[in-house]
């Protein structure tokens, strides 16, 4: 099976940290488990008036994409443990994420998804939504219209903020990858945590 990890880094900002906290943990994954990785440093399409977290639902433009038969991707600022193990399965014409706070509430930092047709047009139908900022919240919404939702293990998605339900239990129980979205500062926090945890 050929498998892609994939994050977009848009910015000097951004591609520091990335660089600082996720880029080796990116690598190291991915080289442990036989995946290719592919980290986007440019706007695949334009978009004009929406943020630059709606350009992962423009992945499907991408031939290399397009040629793996799972995808996995990943925003720029997460951390992945050293023990992860590889990637879970998703089903063809779903996406696979977790849930913000249950039990609705997508959170679209990790997508896994089988590339093709059903899952292009879902991605080009939350496009459609005219909300500058909320990718994560049209793609939710096409996905439950679509019945295409699937729920991953959500220690391969730990989201890592104060609001997040999953906040406290993340110092307690080992997760495999680990999210810091509202606060990049949150980054070091992790770090430290994996590092005092030998991960």
């Known amino acids: ?18 660089e600082r906290y996720s880029r080796t943990r990116f ?9 290719e ?36 991707f990943l925003d720029s600022d997460t951390l992945i443990a050293h023990d992860a193990p590889p990637l879970p399965n998703v089903d063809f014409g779903k996406i696979g994420g977790v849930m913000d706070k249950p039990p609705a509430g997508l959170n679209s930092g990790v ?13 080009e139908a939350a496009l459609l939504d005219p909300d500058p ?7 939710e919404r096409v996905l439950r219209q679509n019945d295409a939702l699937q729920l991953i293990d959500t220690r391969f998605h730990c ?12 110092f307690f129980k080992r997760q495999w990858i680990y999210h810091s979205p509202h606060g990049k500062s949150k980054l070091a926090i992790i770090d430290c945590l994996l590092g005092l945890q030998n991960r």
Not at 27 to 35: I, N, P
Not at 39 to 66: A, M, N, S, Y
């Open 1 to 18: 099976m050929k498998v892609g990890l994939v994050t977009i880094v848009i910015g000097a900002k951004y591609n520091a940290l990335f």
């Open 27 to 35: 690598d190291d994954y991915a080289c442990r488990h036989g995946y």
């Open 37 to 72: 990785t592919q980290v986007i440093k440019h706007p695949i399409r334009d978009l004009p008036g929406k943020k630059f977290t709606w350009q992962k639902c423009c992945l499907h433009d991408l031939e290399w994409v397009r040629e793996k038969d799972l995808i996995a």
């Open 111 to 123: 997508l896994i998804f089988r590339p093709g047709e059903q899952v292009a047009a879902m991605f």
């Open 133 to 139: 900022f909320w990718d994560q919240v049209a793609l």
């Open 159 to 170: 989201l890592f903020y104060l609001r997040s339900w999953r906040f406290f239990p993340a």
